[in-house]
């Protein structure tokens, strides 16, 4: 019933910028999180940003003060900009949102994820 796609990948070039997108859409009450993980081949996926329903954000120490996250609650609606990109940080991009939805006269809370968006930075 919850739909989850990110967008905006791409090959950049160190030092250069992405602007990544994630939508949701479908039988939504609440979405109280919603954030960015990545993961690199052989590697462990990591959380990268999040921001909370009332806007509050958290980053990884190896973005902060290069990654920003934003939200548009009318849109249901993430997006995150990356500038001053490292060869580090190229991985598949998951956008996660923990939703309350509803169906069938149930609720229910869970974490939805997307497909991913691969984003690669050549040195």
């Known amino acids: 019933q919850v739909q989850v796609v990110e967008s905006g990948g791409g090959l950049v070039q160190t030092g250069e910028s992405l602007r990544l997108s994630c939508a949701t859409s479908?039988?939504?009450?609440?979405?109280?999180?919603m954030g960015w993980h990545r993961q690199a081949p052989g590697k462990q996926r990591e959380l990268v940003a999040r921001?909370?329903?009332?806007?509050?954000?958290n980053y990884a120490d190896s973005v902060k003060g290069r990654f920003t996250i934003s939200r548009d609650n009318a849109k249901n609606t993430i997006y995150l900009q990356m500038n001053s990109l490292k060869p580090e940080d190229t991985a598949v991009y998951y956008c996660?949102?923990?939703?309350?939805?509803?169906?069938?006269?149930?609720?229910?809370?869970?974490?939805?994820w997307g497909q991913g968006t691969q984003v690669t930075v050549s040195s």
């Open positions: 996660n949102a923990d939703i309350l939805s509803f169906g069938s006269d149930k609720t229910w809370r869970k974490d939805y």
């Open positions: 479908g039988s939504i009450l609440t979405i109280y999180a």
């Open positions: 921001v909370t329903k009332d806007k509050t954000t």
